[in-house]
């Protein structure tokens, strides 16, 4: 084994090694090629080249949501690092422990005009776990360092080694226990090509004590009483990993007539007495002459929420206009007042809560049945549109998310692509993921290329052209499955800002808010190795979808044309069919 001649970059390899931290992904460089040189000539570590920083912090963080994990990227100084920031920040509101590594120019170099130099110290600070700034190694270029920054003399190599290690422990603390995101800052002096066969460093093996938050206990005979008391109870499930809540609390949820529960694609809960489409049942309410009156009867008592955010504007408009009197979320971690009417945060698994406060000793309330009746009826009337609508992204959501096979891993890009597929029901075999933490359009197809590494099942990434076209240099990276699978709906624009007010039929509007284009992904899979299908009709994508998925040599990419101005009138009619 090879490591680098400079003592921090030892550290870290070592302190990963102890922790178990095995992927990496690097962005190339001159400044981290310290960290580049030791962990990629250590065969403990699995080390991944993507070019783009961009793309390269979005594909760890899709591999460490995927293996509930960290995962660390690594970077050269200077904005590289900055472009880390999107998939930081979805990493710190989705509870991804995401460890971002950066190089960084020594002190003195900074702000005299070097090139390549940025202020990196705490650059992400608003939205990380843990931002460790390490100090330069003194006994590496020391000559350099009396010369143009003697006062990092002050410390001498024990210090820096001692002060580095501490920082790096609750780096790693943070990421493991917390599952926040971490950013490790490491300068470096030039010469950075030095190489040892054995590490010249010793580990003090700073162990910190597991963060275990808060350690109250809840008084689960209260909480109990309070939800046997309670004739209306709704459970809101925002986003979850699969296979998130036991059977057994599923059983229990779905049997008691006084809870409704509320699920989404994301949520990854499926049953026959859950309620898969929430805008389905909101949006009739809307537009019905007695609103007032159904939303009443819709109103809770209890709202119970776990999981992560939430995709329906209609449940979040609902619930902040006609409040449950009591709102408890279920989290070991943090609580958000999306509602506005949050009374209490248990700390505790949503498994774990349900078991003891869900008991069966059901009231008489109608409450659940009322609703199944609704649900009934939007059912059978969904179907009944289907067959009088031409084809567009309704008709094609529709096919495709019907036709993905058993037990595939499924990646949801955001705006329109996530919203559609809130309306039809998910087979419960398969797996959704989807990034909801800030629900950005950037960076869903390099999550989902990063999140396919270690599956044990082949992906599918269900995408708009907007979110697709943005992260193309996606597709630029050479750890690609051919088993993986990219939908391309393309629409021809944003086809989201049509469904929202102020859409009007003007220059402006398509080239500022829809930005409409005549682009197509054909190109673009030739140059990358994909194979490619594209579909411009209803037969043309029951065709393709025919043979989309069989096995292949080569990852494929199917592109879906629609109709850009027609989608949005199918969509709103949709609710007024329903209705």
């Not at 390899?13 to 040189?37: D, Q």
């Not at 410390?155 to 609750?170: F, T």
């Not at 229990?252 to 859950?274: G, I, Q, R």
């Not at 102020?502 to 500022?512: A, D, K, P, S, W």
């Amino acid at each position: 084994m090879t490591y680098s001649d400079i003592p921090a970059a030892q550290t870290l390899l070592l302190y990963f090694k102890a922790r178990g931290v095995k992927n990496i992904v690097i962005s190339p460089g001159s400044r981290n090629a310290p960290l580049t040189i030791s962990f990629t000539k250590n065969p403990f570590f699995k080390c991944f080249s993507i070019v783009d920083e961009r793309c390269a912090a979005f594909f760890a963080m899709g591999m460490a949501q995927h293996l509930c994990e960290p995962v660390a990227v690594i970077c050269s100084s200077g904005s590289a690092l900055l472009n880390f920031y999107p998939a930081v920040a979805e990493a710190y509101y989705s509870d991804i422990p995401l460890i971002v590594i950066s190089a960084d120019r020594p002190s003195y170099r900074i702000d005299i005009g070097d090139g390549q130099t940025i202020r990196q110290k705490n650059v992400m600070e608003k939205h990380i776990g843990y931002s460790a700034n390490l100090k330069q190694d003194v006994s590496h270029a020391t000559e350099t360092i009396s010369k143009y920054g003697p006062h990092l003399l002050d410390d001498n190599q024990e210090q820096v080694q001692d002060y580095n290690e501490r920082e790096i422990a609750k780096a790693l603390s943070v990421a493991f226990d917390e599952k926040y995101p971490v950013h490790i800052n490491i300068p470096f002096e030039e010469p950075l090509y030095g190489r040892l066969e054995e590490p010249s460093v010793q580990l003090q093996n700073y162990q910190l004590s597991e963060i275990v938050g808060d350690t109250e206990h809840e008084d689960w005979e209260t909480l109990a009483a309070i939800w046997k008391s309670l004739p209306r109870k709704m459970v809101l499930a925002g986003v979850n990993h699969p296979n998130a809540l036991e059977e057994e609390v599923l059983q229990l949820l779905a049997k008691d007539p006084d809870t409704v529960l509320f699920t989404e694609t994301t949520s990854n809960l499926h049953h026959p007495e859950f309620f898969e489409s929430i805008d389905s049942i909101i949006a009739p309410i809307e537009k019905s002459k007695n609103a007032t009156e159904l939303f009443n009867a819709l109103q809770p008592d209890l709202l119970v929420t776990f999981g992560g955010l939430i995709v329906s504007k209609k449940i979040k408009a609902f619930l902040r206009k006609y409040k449950p009197k009591q709102h408890w979320h279920i989290d070991v971690k943090k609580a958000n007042n999306t509602f506005y009417c949050l009374t209490k945060h248990i700390k505790a698994d949503p498994n774990r809560f349900f078991r003891e406060v869900a008991t069966e000793s059901f009231g008489e309330s109608h409450y659940k049945r009322f609703w199944e009746t609704k649900k009934d009826i939007y059912e059978k009337k969904r179907e009944d549109y289907l067959h009088e609508i031409p084809f567009s992204d309704f008709t094609a959501f529709h096919q495709i998310i019907k036709k993905i096979p058993k037990g595939y891993q499924v990646h949801l890009a955001n705006s329109s692509t996530v919203r559609y597929a809130q309306l039809f029901a998910l087979d419960k075999s398969l797996k959704v993921y989807c990034n909801r933490g800030t629900s950005g359009i950037d960076g869903s197809t390099s999550t989902a290329l990063g999140s396919s590494i270690y599956s044990d099942s082949p992906t599918v990434l269900l995408t708009g052209d907007l979110s697709f076209f943005y992260d193309s240099n996606a597709l630029w990276n050479g750890y690609t499955r051919p088993d993986f699978r990219i939908v391309l709906i393309n629409n021809s624009g944003g086809g989201i800002f049509r469904i929202l007010p102020g859409m009007e039929e003007t220059e402006e509007f398509e080239t500022f808010f829809e930005t409409s284009h005549n682009l197509s992904a054909e190109h673009l899979a030739k140059m990358y190795g994909y194979d490619y299908l594209k579909a411009n009709n209803e037969a043309e994508l029951e065709d393709s979808l025919h043979v989309f998925y069989g096995k292949s040599e080569r990852p494929k990419i199917l592109e879906v044309a629609t109709p850009r101005v027609l989608n949005n009138k199918i969509l709103l009619g949709y609710f007024d069919f329903i209705s």
